[in-house]
């Protein structure tokens, strides 16, 4: 029997009212497993750099000829491409967490995100995500015409999103019940303007907005974009309506973990302007996801490069006679060991908060860590494992991503939704994103520090709670929670002119550059494009 049942025929109000009672302490008795890929690591290399910890000496050497340091999508994309042009020597250091923004869970039978959740369909210019799709089946015909055929299981079935606003259940983000004309006006004045700049092209005669932006309009007419925020942007061309605000404050939070008035305008409208992916079997705009997020494709990824791989976390990467030089280490049990790999070449698929501290003498190449290094916008991910699903208000079903109209949380995102079944499956996951935008990168990260499980759940359920209120907490199993501290490169103001890592991209030697952090946000499309930029460069 389950609970609603047991509800029903236990005297319904009565028992709802004890329930009730009870949810606080049930939160209570609610132990949280807490992840913080990459701390560990992070705090050793920051130690190590200010001579207050030494690392034991080296207890092998190995040799290849070509070393990738990191497992993210961009060096994953490097493997993938190494592979697919002939070259079979590389090795892969996975660095602190395999997969990194792209890692998954598992509870039991039910797969969960950790990082990203989503693909949008990639647009034309994006011709490597689609060779990448193609090859891992996923894109199942004619990979570069305008509409090409996915595989159905993972194109993103309804309903696919819902925003609980004044109390109420409604299709969409952007809320419309109960806002009045002159708000719905200018919703519409907005995206009239979105499809203008989604077609405009500069004089050079590219597009102002495509992935990868490397392959965007340079016509300077559109430099200033990048040098105000996008709320600013709302500001000087007579958006007022808080609705709309609230909605792309929203979006900026969900791609790029940072509120839209710190968002360069540039960024923010490439949100939008950049993504009209087409298919034949699905419609404009369509997303791609699995129930593990992203998880499949990092798997599927490294399958496919059939790539060597070696756990650890590279501490020194430097140029030496006839290639370079890569140092690593574990922490097991909090005490290193290290190894070093030598080979010809190597792809340095790291945040460049990372490669900083890592590639010896990164100024020579042209980057300043003290100028050049982005901002970061940490992130929270709690997995809920759900032995029962909620009771839902009336109308508006369960979606896919399901909001609340508040702040700091981006609502939760349903595993099982992808399901096709008569009936709904016994258990699922609430994967509930939070971007604590609401407070510094430093404030967020040192709450990260201090906070206690209690605190964490508190924080990461507060969408769920708006949305069931007690009838959510008892249908919790179980809670799985990841920190990110430094989760993806907030694009700020004056990102695209950024000296330093337009030197990186630009390097093509022994030590080659290949991260998302290239061009300045987080995204699968530049990640992708980056490492198998950087692999070409590494064949040769």
């Known amino acids: 029997m389950d609970r609603r049942s047991f509800i029903a025929s236990a005297g319904g109000a009565a028992l709802a009212a004890v329930a009730g009672a009870a949810g606080f302490r049930y939160w209570q008795e609610i132990d949280a497993s807490v992840h913080t890929p990459g701390r560990d690591e992070g705090h050793f290399l920051r130690e190590l750099a200010h001579r207050k910890t030494a690392l034991p000496p080296p207890s092998s050497t190995i040799d290849a000829d070509i070393v990738i340091a990191g497992s993210g999508i961009a060096g994953l994309a490097a493997a993938w491409q190494l592979r697919r042009d002939g070259h079979r020597g590389a090795l892969m250091i996975d660095g602190p967490q395999p997969f990194g923004n792209a890692a998954g869970g598992r509870f039991g039978d039910y797969d969960y995100p950790t990082g990203g959740h989503y693909l949008p369909l990639p647009s034309p210019e994006s011709v490597h995500v689609r060779e990448i799709l193609f090859d891992l089946g996923i894109l199942l015909e004619n990979p570069f015409a305008e509409k090409p055929t996915y595989d159905e299981r993972f194109i993103l079935h309804g309903p696919e999103e819902r925003l609980l606003y ?256 008569q009936t709904p499956p016994a258990k699922t996951v609430f994967s509930a994103y939070v971007a604590l935008s609401d407070r510094t990168p430093a404030q967020a990260r040192q709450w990260m520090m201090e906070a206690s499980p209690a605190q964490l759940i508190e924080l990461a359920s507060a969408d769920l709670k708006a949305a069931y209120g007690w009838k959510f907490a008892p249908c919790v199993e179980r809670v799985d929670i990841t920190l990110r501290g430094h989760a993806m490169a907030a694009p700020l103001p004056g990102f695209r002119s950024n000296a330093g890592a337009a030197a990186l991209r630009a390097v093509d030697g022994p030590i080659t550059f290949a991260h998302a952090d290239l061009s300045g946000f987080s995204v699968f499309e530049e990640a992708a494009w980056w490492g198998c930029a950087a692999a070409k460069k590494a064949i040769r």
Not at 287 to 293: A, R
Not at 321 to 334: H, I, N
Not at 353 to 380: C, K, N, Q
Request: some cysteine; charged content about 20%; overall charge neutral.
């Open 166 to 421: 004044k109390g109420a259940w409604q299709d969409g983000f952007l809320p419309t019940h109960g806002v009045d004309a002159a708000e719905l006006a200018q919703h519409q004045r907005f995206f009239a303007e979105v499809e203008r700049l989604r077609a405009l092209r500069g004089s050079d005669g590219k597009r102002i907005f495509v992935f990868p932006t490397v392959l965007s309009s340079s016509d300077p007419a559109f430099d200033g974009l990048d040098r105000i925020t996008l709320k600013q942007w709302l500001d000087q061309n007579g958006y007022t309506a808080p609705t709309l605000h609230w909605y792309l404050n929203y979006c900026c939070r969900d791609d790029y973990g940072t509120r839209y008035d710190k968002v360069s305008a540039w960024a923010g409208l490439h949100y939008y302007c950049s993504r009209w992916g087409q298919a034949a079997n699905a419609g404009n705009g369509a997303w791609l996801t699995w129930p593990g997020g992203m998880a499949p494709v990092a798997k599927a990824l490294a399958e496919k490069s059939a790539i060597a791989r070696r756990a650890g976390t590279v501490v020194s990467l430097k140029t030496v006679a006839g290639g370079v030089e890569a140092l690593c280490f574990t922490l097991a049990g909090g005490t290193p060991s290290t190894y070093i790999v030598r080979a010809r070449k190597a792809i340095c698929a790291m945040p460049l908060f990372v490669a900083a501290r890592v590639v010896e003498d990164i100024a020579s190449l042209g980057f300043d860590a003290g100028l050049h290094t982005p901002s970061y916008a940490p992130w929270m991910v709690a997995n809920f494992l759900m032995k029962d699903f909620p009771a839902e208000l009336p109308d508006v079903p369960l979606a896919w991503d399901n909001v609340v109209y508040s702040e700091p949380g981006l609502g939760y995102v349903v595993s099982t939704h992808q399901d096709i079944r």
